[in-house]
């Protein structure tokens, strides 16, 4: 493939900043910035060399005025970003110094970049994978520094690595039947055979161990959706405000203090969690407070992990067990709040209804069991392993297209076993091999590569 034109972008945030930068990719690159800059020491930027800067101002040319004092760098093909000569122009942040330059660049021979396609052209000529490209994203949009550890690693292609190396395995099995066609003794296509079902199973076994860490991986790139939910006045707002550790929420001892679920992002061990504060939760005529009770049980639906929250120095009522009801279903860490006070609780209810490892004696007010509320997060993510330096797939398609790989393969462990002939079992190996390469792009149809980079921001 052959990229003809310039593309050009302010690649930092519009907005009042230190510095700005407009970058442009494409071999015109330095024959327009040499249009519009002017070298503060009468140097040619022709004569820069790669991974250089060099001082100066850029110069309309029309008006011959100066726009704005800056540094040029320049990076030369292939050893760049997008394998393409870069120039960067570091202006004045703003959004006036950027904007003009940019329009300058535009107007003498760079065109506009789409969302990512600086990135697209790393892809494109062949510098990452699409697993990589995909992953700059990520490493941009991280919550906590865990998350972008995994995004890091996973543009160093960590993960391509591991798939690449599937899919080699897969060319092997499929070397062997094709071998094993033309020569069809049955002896020989025994000994194929059980070969082929072996490397199948680890192969299999090396799908489900990257889809089992799948979740987590989810949970580190999009956040962790958590719902504090109880009856009113049991302590969930102070419980927000004990992990945001500030005053967010309002807290009273009058119950029905929170009315709107209330929504913050905070780190927990390297997990961003989205924790919701919702009101709580019974019967009311008030008809604000009812339309927060709704949504409370709407966002346990929506939640991938429940706080419930209860009041140790009260015996559980119908309002209780309601709640119990509604959150059957759902992953919950129970916290038996408020234990600085004498105990009222039947603890038996609650133990024949929850885990005992799921339940978490605190007093929120005299700062009890938090790090306890920490550990269990922790816990329910990493499904109480230890992290390590794992592989974690974190991107949905993804995990999606190992599925169905894993899928193809079993289908053909199917057919050899069923005795069928393996150039049967073969189709199913290639599609195995086919869906892989979605992930490396190997093999991803072009609407697939349009609609991940059309989620980049404007100059990646
Ligand atoms: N100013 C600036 N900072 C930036 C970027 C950028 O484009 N511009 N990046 C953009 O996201 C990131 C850096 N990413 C990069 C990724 C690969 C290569 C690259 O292709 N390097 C060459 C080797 C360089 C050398 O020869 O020393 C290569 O791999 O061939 C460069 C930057 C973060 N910081
Ligand atoms: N004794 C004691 N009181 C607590 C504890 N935690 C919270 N409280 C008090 O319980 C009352 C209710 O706390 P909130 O955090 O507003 O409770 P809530 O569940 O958010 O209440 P609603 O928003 O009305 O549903 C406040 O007076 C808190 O100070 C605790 O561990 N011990
Ligand atoms: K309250
Ligand atoms: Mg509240």
Known sequence: MFIDDTIAAISTPVGEGGIGIVRMSGKDSLSIAEKIFRSFKGKNIR?????????????????????????????????????????????????????????????????????????????????????????????????????MHIALEQTQGKLSSKIKDIMNRLLGILAHIEASVDFPEDDIENVVSSKIIKDSREIINDIEYLIKNAETGKILREGLNTSIVGKPNVGKSSLLNALLEEKRAIVTDIPGTTRDVIEEYINIRGIPVKIIDTAGIRETEDIVE?????????????????????????????????????????????????????????????????????????????????????QKIEDF???????????????????DILFKAKESINKGIETIELGLPLDIASVEYKDAYLKLGEITGDTAAEDIIDRIFSDFCIGK
């Open 381 to 399: 993510v990493f499904s109480g392993e230890v992290k390590s330096k794992d592989i974690y797939v974190t991107n949905v398609r993804h995990k």
């Open 47 to 147: 004569d820069m060399k790669s991974y250089t800067m060099m001082y100066g101002f850029i110069i309309d040319p029309k008006t011959n005025e100066k726009v704005d004092e800056v540094i040029i760098s320049y990076m030369k093909a292939p050893n760049t970003y997008t394998r393409e000569d870069i120039v960067e122009i570091n202006c004045h942040g703003g959004v006036v110094a950027v904007k003009k330059i940019l329009s300058l660049v535009l107007q003498n021979g760079a065109r506009l970049a789409e969302p990512g396609e600086f990135t697209k052209r790393a892809f494109l000529n062949g510098r990452i994978d699409l697993s990589q490209a995909e992953a700059v994203i990520d490493l941009i949009r991280a919550k906590t520094s865990e998350s």
């Open 290 to 374: 009812k339309i927060g009770v709704e949504k409370s049980k709407e966002y346990i639906e929506k939640s991938d992990l429940i706080i419930f929250m209860v009041d140790s120095s009260r015996p559980l009522d119908d309002e209780d067990y309601e709640i119990i009801q509604l959150i059957k279903h759902k992953k919950v860490i129970v916290v038996i709040n408020k234990i600085d006070l004498p105990l009222a609780i039947d603890l038996d209810v609650i133990k024949s209804n929850f885990k005992e490892e799921n339940l978490v004696f605190a007093s929120i007010n005299t700062e009890k069991g938090i790090e306890d509320i920490k």
